[in-house]
């Protein structure tokens, strides 16, 4: 456990010395117990074994920050991971080589970092801690073994998975596809600040659904923040779609049975403030693509999407992976502008 600037510092001369690409990192967050989630553990693994950086601990972390942003790192999943990196230090690895995208290229449909460890080296990993308060200290060795088992594995398999990837000739869509995800997490990360109403489902709503829901987003916000939990634990995501739709179609909303009276009577003013909203003040709803005035664009979806399939069962890959639903509709609409969106590995496969 490193857990002052003496030991960090100690810690970053031995990362420093590591190759490009012979290290590994993992994240712990509270966000399954507070409102505002805070990085509360760094596991970070190398040739040598494993060190644990408490972040609660340590004031000033800049060492941290400047070793991480300079080298390529192996991570697992690392999409949320990205978040936390961006929200505690404001930039990320120079690279991050994501063992998931790496087994997914290779056609593993179980690609979970448990399931990993336990094809290749045939370990199960313990899911105890999974949910665990990773904000509490001092920390059980239940909770500190876990934090280990999440990076002692992933060089050894790393090895592997990039032995395999460059012998199915799939290494550079590895590399393509890592770099589009930290381009698609920057952006993410940019945008969280605008709008983060606009959930998962919202884009099914029409202006006034919209105004719903954003009311009752920040209601349930303010019931989180002044609670200090989390936010799914006021309400779900579903919940708040649910009740906006109905809303939107002039229907009645009611506070669920289990809410106390008072968030219940909040609950009651949020739906009122928006029932006093003007039109002029709804959002707009998000410009779609529409294909009625085009009578063969189905049968060119369809073509796109036979070719895909088949690409994909060939290769042993998910269909997805090639191009989703979303890609192979731009590609029907303007095929040349679709293409163009694509990475280079999934427009040379689609081209053929």
Same mark, same amino acid.
């Given at each position: 456990?490193?857990? #002052? ?6 810690? &970053?001369? +031995? ?28 596991? /970070? ?13 340590? %004031? ?18 690392? #999409? ?14 120079? =690279? ?7 087994? +997914? ?8 970092? !448990? ?8 370990? !199960? ?5 999974? &949910? ?12 500190? %073994?876990? !934090? ?17 990837? $460059?012998? *199915?000739?799939?290494? #550079?869509?590895?590399? %393509? ?6 381009? $698609? ?14 959930? &998962? ?62 968030? !219940?009577? +909040?609950?009651? $003013? *949020?739906?009122?403030?928006?029932? =006093?909203? #003007? %039109?002029?003040? /709804? ?22 999407? &036979? +070719? ?30 679709? =293409? ?13």
């Amino acid at each position: 456990m490193i857990t #002052d600037s003496q030991a960090l510092f100690e810690w &970053k001369t +031995r990362a420093m010395a590591q190759p490009a690409g012979r290290t590994v990192l993992d994240l712990e967050a509270d966000s399954m117990h507070r409102h505002h989630e805070k990085l509360c553990l760094i596991q /970070y693994a190398d040739e040598q074994g494993v060190a644990i950086i408490d972040p609660l601990a340590i %004031e000033d972390l800049r060492l941290f920050a400047v070793w991480m942003e300079g080298t390529d790192i192996w991570m697992h999943g690392a #999409d949320y991971d990205m978040s936390l990196l961006q929200n505690a230090f404001g930039t990320l690895p120079r =690279l991050i080589l994501d063992t998931q995208i790496a087994a +997914r290229l290779l056609g593993f449909r179980q690609f979970g970092l !448990a399931a990993l460890v336990e094809h290749f080296f045939g370990v !199960a990993l313990s899911k105890k801690n999974q &949910k665990a308060d990773w904000g509490q200290r001092p920390m059980s060795d239940e909770m500190k %073994e876990y !934090a280990q088992g999440d990076v002692k594995y992933m060089l050894g398999m790393a090895d592997i998975l990039v032995e395999r990837l $460059k012998k *199915a000739g799939r290494y #550079d869509w590895f590399i %393509e596809s890592c770099r589009l995800q930290m381009q $698609k997490g920057r952006e993410r990360h940019q945008a969280s600040g605008n709008e983060p109403w606009r959930i &998962k489902g919202s884009g099914n709503l029409e202006a006034r659904g919209l105004a719903a829901l954003r009311e009752l987003w920040n209601w349930r916000d303010e019931e989180a923040a002044s609670w200090d939990r989390p936010a799914f634990m006021v309400c779900t995501n579903d919940e708040l779609i649910r009740w906006s739709h109905a809303l939107q179609e002039f229907r009645s909303v009611y506070p669920p049975h289990y809410f106390h009276s008072h968030r !219940a009577n +909040r609950f009651r $003013k *949020a739906v009122e403030r928006f029932q =006093l909203l #003007d %039109e002029e003040d /709804y959002p707009h709803p998000p410009k779609r693509t529409r294909h009625e005035t085009d009578p063969e664009f189905e049968e060119r979806l369809e073509h796109w999407s &036979k +070719r895909r399939n088949a690409l994909a069962e060939t290769l042993g890959l998910e269909p997805c992976l090639i191009a989703t639903r979303s890609q192979l509709e731009s590609i029907a609409n303007d095929a040349e502008r679709g =293409l163009q969106h694509l990475m280079s590995w999934q427009r040379q496969l689609l081209e053929g």
